[in-house]
């Protein structure tokens, strides 16, 4: 009824998911989805329905209710109030700049469907449904191996692991190879996803700074020399959050640090083919045939269907192999051969193309808006592709403290310090502009723009009013 | 050409991966698939399609090119050098009871495809793509809430969370509770899957004997008052690898036990639904509410989706939910929503009218033949459902020792060494059924039976010759 699923809930953003869903619910109402007198779900009910804790259910009806826009009636539930106008569109919905994940309404789902056909239909069916491989299934690691010798990146002495997305491949990283003693050298800020992989196992977890450029390569030639570190993870492209991207010299100088060093290099490769303008760089991994290199669907197809892989060489992947079985014996094999299917049907390089071309309009629309809106000041980075820009807010601004007041004239971000390790700047957010259309992008940051402007100058007449004491 | 694909191996199983591929290409060449002069795949090439390590199938050309099948040239490759009669039945190869996964040739392949079809055209395809929530997706997670709600073993303060198959849900499990410092009570022989995600952390594994009746309650009650155990594993009904069932009093003494001492009781319902015969026993969660209870869709239906689940009190799921996120983010959500159309149209409940059909008459055709064939002192378990029985040779045969003399005969079974805790018996070993047709379990009991009394009769021979020392 009130028509929720549970993919329009986004557990890793920031605005919290009671408030998702009550503004999921209050848009639903204003829109007349549901109307005066109709009931709501049980909390209990909805709680089951959209995978949800019930007391995040129970916060999101205490909100409507305190708006007037629900009743309770004790041992009857919930009932819609409202009587007012409807509108047409969710004009009162969030403009979410929190959460770093493809448009849904791009999705090619046509091609889907014919790519399913086709793998549903095959003779293959019988071996993608019957007990798998740890490796993976073999014609997908097949194809995305000649893909990568292809390019360059992956040689005769290496092997692959399929794993279930990006996420896993961290995992596993991890727990084969970095233990609690061990220290590991992380961009700064970096995807907090990635962060408690390594945190959570109690691993030493070295910032190195992050400026336009990427990695800040003298600092982590310090550490290296000072801290030893087992391990350096680099999303060279577009990284998440700042939208930086490692130019080639700055390759060629981690490629020679590691290769000296005996560090394991592992290179993060999920935004590579969302480049929107610019030419592509040469990956670590061809400059340093040691390094694991990690790679997913989830950025440029279907983040639904779980599969990324590990590329590298062949003593490591077996290590990584053992691992992976005890985790879960193998990833889904139905999605590996579909996406299989999708990228050797040609309509992934297809879906690309239009990607591509979104992404480039989403770009230059949010560089442009943030030009024009964002007070002087705002310093912001320029990305040539991916899906989230990094912004620093001028003097006093804290962009934690700000997040409230954005939130209530309904914009949403990620403030930086979900992504800091060491080098906490309480100015920095993370706008990720992936999954808005540009008519979004522009109004968000209309209205970040001017609060911002309010909020500074409301904080600069309070310290300037603080910084003249009575002379008494 | 060699018409092979990854499913036909099977990594966990003891004949090792080179010794099955050189069993397969064996039989391919017997049976024409390949004839004289064929040249086979590179070593590498086919490495990757299997998903195997290059060395793995270097080994089976070494063991092809002993046998004369096939003469490897310098520099050209492997070719096929057969002359002889082609057989139409692969009657050479192995009769393997090391596998415990269900029989391929017997897929619902039909309704599998309709299923997906019902699902593809859904105007959910749009959610089930995009990401999704660490818990699962919602309808399935209602929809088994519901199921175990009926069933009496969930209660209104249970939650669940969807995982990728059981092997997840015990990593899972240890990842969120067990810390190298705590106990773990498991049964013993158990499954040497279960047993690994425990041993890897540096757990403390308690192995409780397996008797007939389940586990041995008067040990487990000694245990958990001497070693203060931090969890028990159970798998009450059809035991893997010794296909024991626990009765209810047991159950209720189990139940009454672990709330006693205030140990987390986790029960293993995978193979529950595979009852061939007999009345269907109370769960432990139904007696135990705290207990947190796995189930999974690979047995009974397809095992290349990876779908499982626990369900326990609300607070313990929140907790596994957490650790899920950073493991993997989500599971497969196309899986996800194949399964749930599957059971939700009635097609998995008919798909396991059958599978208990064609059960019964295995597991009936295996008890018949271990009866006939199996000489004098040999002891058999007697399950009622399940996959796999559990076999103790007669004295002095070691199951570990028969193995290669039974492999000779086209026979395959795992020794009791891979499912040992702390009680090993080497006269014991696990004979699978469930992939296997009525006639091979009958011929290969008939060669099992007749390799155990050749061996045995040596065996004791040598032994009373041994024991009649020249009195000098």
Redesign the interface.
Known sequence: MIGL???????AAENPLYRQLYEQIRSAIKMGSVRNGDRLPAT?ELA???????TTVSAAYALLEEEGLIRGEVGRGSFVQYEGEFTTAPVTSTISFA?S?PA??H?P?EE??ST??EV??SA????????????????L??HL?EQARAEGSAG?ED??LI???C??AL?ILQRAFIGPADAVQLEDPVYH?LK??FS?VGARLLGIPVRESGMDLDQLARTIESEHPRMIVVTPEFQNPTGATLPLEHRERLARLVEAAGVLLVENCIYRELRYEGEQIRTLKSLAPGTLQIGSF?KVA?????VGWVIGP?ALI?RLTETK???????????QA?LLRFAESGRLEQHLRRVRTMGAARLHTALDACSRYLPAGTRFSRPQGGMSLWVRLPEPLDANELLPRVQRERVDYLPGKHFSISHFDAGSLRLSFGGLSPEQIESGLATLGRVINEEGKRLRSAISFDAAPAMV
Chains 1, 2 share one sequence.
């Open positions: 699923s549970p993919g329009q809930l986004d557990p209990r089951v329905e959209l995978g949800l804790n019930r959460s994940r849904e309404d999705f789902i889907f469907r399913c056909q549903i239909q293959q069916v019988g071996t993608i449904l019957q007990l798998g491989s740890p490796s993976g299934y073999g014609p690691r097949h191996l005769p092997d692959i794993t279930s997305g996420q896993q995992d996803g408690n992989v959570r989830s279907f983040p639904g269907l779980r062949r077996a079985q005890w985790c879960d014996l193998h990833s889904d094999q139905l999605s579909i």
